[in-house]
């Protein structure tokens, strides 16, 4: 097997070309890349330059970028931690202020006190000092104001966020780019 192989990964796109998701990035571990294009599950789009790996009888391209041959669905995205701070912005939606996923909490607008449900359009990205500051309060007894009403994201909303990130572009492979939609944010 060829050394180099070793982290490589499929980018795998729906049948319309674009990736099944952005956050994280759609892709497999190329053993399972390989397996679903020798079974002609998947189209290969694209192998990795001057990487093989080796049976003892045979020589495998590795694949690069697979498309689904029939179109998946884009389900509802989930009520996760994550995906509420990547809607949010990775920002307080009292001050603002951006941050790390650690040093972000998660705020009930309408406290559970007062009967507030866990629920994307109950549940807010805040800073710790302004959690505090809102304890059990309603936003306005707290002298707070939300940045923008909570709302339940759609995938491509969340694409869209994720898309425009950092963290996004750290797990591109370059051989990925010519499949990958960028907008003028993320090409400059
Ligand atoms: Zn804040």
Redesign the pocket.
């Known amino acids: 097997m060829n050394t180099s192989v070793g982290n490589l990964r499929t980018l795998v796109l729906n049948a319309d070309m674009q990736p099944l998701s952005w956050a994280p990035l759609s892709s497999w571990t190329w053993q399972q890349g390989l397996v679903a294009v020798l079974q002609h599950r998947v189209i290969q789009l694209k192998t990795y330059e001057d990487v093989f790996v080796h049976t003892s009888s045979k020589a495998f391209e590795v694949p690069a970028v697979v498309a689904l041959k029939t179109y998946r669905k884009r389900k509802r995205v989930a009520f996760t931690r994550f995906n509420v701070f990547l809607r949010d912005e990775f920002r307080?939606q009292?001050?603002?202020?951006e941050m790390a996923a650690k040093d972000l909490t998660f705020d009930h607008v309408v406290p559970r006190s007062a009967g507030g449900v866990s629920r994307w359009d109950n549940i807010v990205a805040?800073?710790g000092?302004?959690n505090l500051r809102k304890g059990s309060k309603t936003p306005k007894q707290a002298g707070l104001r939300l940045m923008r009403k909570p709302f339940e994201p759609t995938p491509r909303q969340l694409d869209s966020i994720a898309r425009r990130l950092p963290v996004a572009k750290d797990a591109l492979h370059q051989t990925w780019l010519d499949f990958l939609y960028w907008d003028s944010e993320l090409t400059k």
């Open positions: 307080c009292y001050c603002g202020a805040a800073c000092r302004d």
